[in-house]
């Protein structure tokens, strides 16, 4: 008794002063603009309000799903119940791969706020299939209440689980962790973080800009555009990245469960792409694990400035769903065959080879519906602004279609200079 009246009473006057503190009094601001969402979705009436996204892959291929508290409506306009079955019918589609958390606790209030019990019940109802393949929790803005909670949940939550939590107090500290452009932030997330930053004592508040990029080197692969790759590499047409990571998967990779879904020890991933930058050798088979070359894969793809398949083309995937199901094929490829030739010879020779990850399905567990949920939003994302998760459903649609009838959509276009994995 004496130790529930310890934790009570302070969360209950914690919990005033967060009221009080954090956010202003009045209606919030609406929730982050969205691609329109059918209708007809299991969970309209929870993801029309935009409090959970899924926002394309951090520097290391892990899937970056955000929750947002500020898009949280008033408690009895929301069903947390539903909310729950969203959340995991959210996660069901990414946890069979390694994926991170962003919390965004900003917005959370009385009127909008979970009781501990749900809390309580969502932490047992996310079993190990959940929190296995979680490598990490960013806890965004956190305030004394969080902080309180988490200590409370303690002796219910494992040491490994434990260790996984990060908080971050501003945004700028999110860019050591993850591909912050990508992330989708609702404005009154940004707009605290300013204020935060303003009112912050002993100097100038950090800056959230990067700071202006270096030149890169004649030797640099990730981050400068195929065309600089070209140039720098004797007019090879594939990236050598993309050449040596192909060749040693197809060698070593193909009967692999879950390849491309899993995460690689980060420092290595690191140190194999500053070896490629400094235009050293990378040895994959003495490194021993397939991971490293599928993650270096999808994180050459991620770091291109533009799209594989150019910012062009995300419109015209966006309005795939709008396209009768018999006619997509015949959609995917007149969008494809309108790429520059550059862009389409590797598209053709990347899609070629994720097709024959597919025909090995029955092992590697990689069909292509599920290679499109990893490379749909490496190979299409919009020229301003991050993926909602409305948006991703058009884009894996595509992706996968092009994996799955990668002859019918790249067959009739075979330009001279076209290599074939």
Known sequence: LITVTQVVLPLTELQKEEEGSC?????????VSTPSLDPSHPYYDVARHGIIQVSGDDHYGRKLIVF?????????????????????????????????????????????????????????????????????????????????????????????????LTYVNY???????????????????????????????????????????????????FGVSLQYIREKNREAVIPPVMTQTVTYLKEKGLRT??????????QLIKEVQKLYNLGKPVNFEQIGD???????????????????????????????LHVESSLR??????????????????????????????????INKMSPSNLACVFGVNLVWPRHGSISLTALTPINIFAELLIEHVHTVFGSRCPPAQVMP
């Not at 069903?79 to 958390?101: A, C, G, P, S």
């Not at 912050?180 to 100038?204: C, M, N, S, W």
Request: aromatic share 10%; glycine share 2%; hydrophobic share 35%.
């Open 68 to 164: 947002s508290s500020c898009c949280l409506p008033p408690s009895h306009q929301l069903n947390h119940r539903r909310l729950l079955e969203y959340l995991k019918f959210t996660l069901d589609q990414y946890v069979e791969m390694d994926y991170i958390l962003v919390y965004f606790h900003y917005g959370l209030r009385s009127s909008n706020k979970p009781s501990l019990k749900w809390l309580r019940e969502a932490y047992s109802e996310f079993d190990r299939k959940y929190k296995k393949n979680l490598k990490a929790l960013y806890v965004v803005h956190p305030t004394n209440f969080i902080r309180i909670v988490w200590n409370l949940f303690k002796p219910l939550i494992s040491h490994k689980f434990g260790r996984k």
């Open 329 to 362: 094929v015949t959609r995917c490829k007149q969008i494809v065959e309108s790429l520059p030739e550059h862009n389409f010879i590797v598209a053709k020779y990347l899609l070629c080879f994720l097709h024959q990850v597919s025909q090995e399905s029955i």
């Open 171 to 221: 945004l700028a500290e999110l860019r050591e962790h993850l591909n912050y452009e990508q992330l989708f932030i609702p404005p009154e997330v940004l707009r605290h973080d300013e204020e935060l930053r303003a009112t912050q004592k002993g100097g100038p508040p950090p800056s959230v800009k990067t700071p202006p990029p270096r030149p890169p080197l004649p030797t640099q692969q």
């Open 290 to 320: 397939v991971h490293v070359p599928a993650v270096i894969l999808k994180t050459f793809l991620r770091e291109l400035p533009e799209p594989l398949l150019t910012f062009r083309v995300y419109s015209q995937v966006q309005e795939l």
């Open 23 to 31: 956010v202003t009094d009045g209606p919030s601001a609406p929730p």
């Open 257 to 266: 469960e879950g390849l491309f879904r899993r995460s690689a020890r980060v």
